[in-house]
């Protein structure tokens, strides 16, 4: 399409999975029983996803702030950039 911003897919592509869900939580812990000491906050983020069968996972991990910063900046959709 003429003037769309959407990337276009070539038709090699195929498209496996759909993000159906994604939230996130900024968290700080200060102690851990493998750390004695963890000083830096981070964000845990939990994604829902429907696989190309339609069956739909839970995916949940934790970044950095700064990694979490970088990822928000592909998806311009969302409304973050930097």
Known sequence: MEGSSE???DAKS???SQLLDFQWKLGMAV???SCRSLKYPY?????KVADESGQVKKKSFEMTIPQFQ???GL???LGYYE
């Open 7 to 9: 990337p276009l897919l």
């Open 14 to 16: 195929k498209v496996t």
């Open 31 to 33: 102690s851990s029983d």
């Open 43 to 47: 964000v845990a983020v939990m994604l």
């Open 70 to 72: 970088q990822t928000l």
């Open 75 to 77: 998806f311009p959709y």
